[in-house]
Each structure stands twice: as structure tokens, then as C-alpha cells.
């Protein structure tokens, strides 16, 4: 089970919006920075977000993330079929004094 | 380019003891926190161990905590974990992974993996 709640799948059609949310608590989303990976099986994980709402150089303005108190999302406008892939939240728990990361969502482009 | 590159994976009997290493190149790595991330068998993502730049501070899932040591060497760009007591439960996919702007928790730089498989 993991700290961090994602749902395990979601769908959309290409060209449109998706959104992946992250649930969590005060000592883990709530007190800390948020980032999203886009992970392809047999490949490294991609960093897509860090710090909320950051992208690093690179990843396209489709991808967004938001943070409001315990619970975080990230959107992806746009889709294409090269979306297709397994998205992880990330972020550190002070009580645990750990990183932690949702149990990942697979979107799926119809 | 920037890089990091894992080694040291493999077969071993539960119980049993591996060191894996990653090797950084391309970036400033004496200035970077590094961690360790795996993935078991059709499994998510695991953070695992994290270390911040000068070594002095590491950090550990409860998971692995007493059985995984990490440690590093700024002079030769190297990351280690150091695997003791290893259980069929630790199977998966090991990365190392830079941290950005010093952060534990958030990577930017990942390596290609290494594959841990525990079984007699």
C-alpha cells in the first residue's frame, strides 16, 4: 500500500486532457515539493515536474502540475499516443523521514 | 553527456550480500544528492536510500533499513548501495538517480537500471 494515492488507470482520446491525481497527507504532499515521472517499461523514469509546478528543460508545456494542500495533479493537454505510459507522484514524508511515491497510473490514449 | 551507469546486479541466494555502484559522469556529482530507486516485478516505483552530497546525512526506506548501506566517493564520481540480508522481496530493478537542485526526493538524472534477482 502505498503513502500516496494515484488512481491505477485512466484514458482519454488523443488530443485531449488528462488529469492524474496524487493524494497524500500534511506530512508528506501538505509540507513538501511534489514531482511527476513518466515512466516506459524497460526505460529510465522521466522527470516531468519537480517542486509543484517546474518543468525541467525539455519536457513540453503540455504537461503541468498543480498542488493544493494534500493532494496534487498533473495535466497533460494534447495527448498523443506517445503518452502512453505509467506516471508516478513523488515526494518526501517527514514523518517517515523517506521518499515516497503513489502506486503510479497508467494512462492509456484510445 | 550526462550519465549515470549502474553495475554490479545479479543472482544471489537469500541471505546473501551485493554491492551495486553507479558511475556519474557529465555533471558536478560532489555537488549532488543521490539516491537509490527500485522496482520489483510489475510493481511501482520504490524510493530506497538517499545520501546528500558530502555523504554525511543518508536516509532509508523501512524496508531496508539495518541491511542497506549507501555511501559514495566524490573523488571517483561513484554511488554504492551495499545489499546485506537480502530477501526474495528485494527483487527488482535498482536506479540511481541525481537529485535536482539538492532535493532527496525529486530526480532528474536517472541511470538505465540494474536488475537484483534474489532467489536460490
Known amino acids: 500500500q502505498s503513502v500516496l494515492t494515484q488512481p491505477p488507470s485512466v484514458s482519454a482520446a488523443p488530443g485531449q486532457k488528462v488529469t492524474i491525481s496524487c493524494s497524500g497527507s500534511?506530512?508528506?504532499?501538505?509540507?513538501?515539493?511534489v514531482s511527476w515521472y513518466q515512466h516506459l517499461p524497460g526505460t529510465a523514469p522521466r522527470l516531468l515536474i519537480y517542486?509543484?509546478?517546474k518543468r525541467p528543460s525539455g519536457i513540453p508545456d503540455r504537461f503541468s502540475g498543480t498542488k493544493s494542500g494534500t493532494s496534487a495533479s498533473l495535466g497533460i493537454t494534447g495527448l498523443q499516443t506517445g503518452d502512453e505510459a505509467d506516471y508516478y507522484c513523488g515526494t518526501w514524508d517527514s514523518s517517515l523521514g523517506a521518499g515516497v511515491f503513489g502506486g503510479g497510473t497508467k494512462l492509456t490514449v484510445l | 553527456e550526462v550519465q549515470l551507469l549502474e553495475s554490479g546486479g545479479g543472482l544471489v541466494q537469500p541471505g546473501g550480500s551485493l554491492r551495486l555502484s553507479c558511475a556519474a559522469s557529465g555533471f558536478t556529482f560532489r555537488q549532488s544528492a543521490m539516491t537509490w530507486v527500485r522496482q520489483a516485478p510489475g510493481k511501482g516505483l520504490e524510493w530506497v536510500s538517499a545520501?546528500?552530497?558530502?555523504?554525511?546525512?543518508?536516509y532509508y526506506a523501512d524496508s531496508v533499513k539495518g541491511r542497506f548501506t549507501i555511501s559514495r566517493d566524490n573523488s571517483k564520481n561513484t554511488l554504492y548501495l551495499q545489499m546485506n540480508s537480502l530477501r526474495a522481496e528485494d527483487t527488482a530493478v535498482f536506479y540511481c538517480?541525481?537529485?535536482?537542485?539538492?532535493?532527496?526526493?525529486?530526480?532528474?538524472?536517472w541511470g538505465q537500471g540494474t536488475m537484483v534477482t534474489v532467489s536460490s
Open positions: 500534511s506530512s508528506n504532499i501538505g509540507n513538501n515539493y
Open positions: 538517480a541525481k537529485g535536482v537542485r539538492g532535493l532527496l526526493y525529486a530526480f532528474d538524472i
Open positions: 517542486e509543484n509546478n
Open positions: 545520501i546528500i552530497n558530502t555523504g554525511g546525512s543518508t
